[in-house]
């Protein structure tokens, strides 16, 4: 049987305080949780923040988009190796808005899947 995954998509929300505080409080917390698997998405710039205050809970690292391509001139976006590196383990693909205000296609989205899955990435495809 699959085990379920709980994800929280924070979205373009918290600062360092907040996210550090939020992540601590479901890394207490995670031990409730022992028949699902947990996930975090917060904001790019507070990844490393939010693993450093997970610690070794029980609750995984996912970012809330990326790039395709693996390396080169394009400024402002990040890679899934570039992910990986600092141990994020999922990462949201084709969410609506990305789709609806920054118009990806699918198109945009398998290309941004093939990338996941070459680096070690878990892809949550929307």
Not at 1 to 18: E, F, H, V
Not at 41 to 50: F, K, R, W
Not at 105 to 124: H, M, R, W
Request: aromatic share 6%; proline share 4%; net charge negative.
């Amino acid at each position: 049987m699959r085990t379920p995954l709980i994800a929280g998509n924070w979205k373009m929300n918290t600062d360092t305080d907040s996210a550090t505080v939020l992540a601590a409080a479901i890394a207490t917390r995670a031990v409730e949780a022992a028949d699902v698997e947990l996930l975090v998405c917060p904001p790019s710039i507070y990844l490393t923040t939010v693993r450093d205050a997970l610690g070794k809970a029980r609750v995984g690292l996912g970012a809330q988009n990326m790039y395709h391509e693996p390396q080169g001139a394009f400024t402002g976006e990040t890679s899934a190796a570039m992910l990986r590196d600092i141990g994020t383990t999922y990462v949201i693909l084709g969410h609506s808005e990305r789709r609806h205000v920054f118009g990806e296609s699918d198109e945009d989205v398998n290309k941004k899947t093939v990338a996941a899955f070459a680096a070690g990435l878990k892809p949550i495809v929307c």
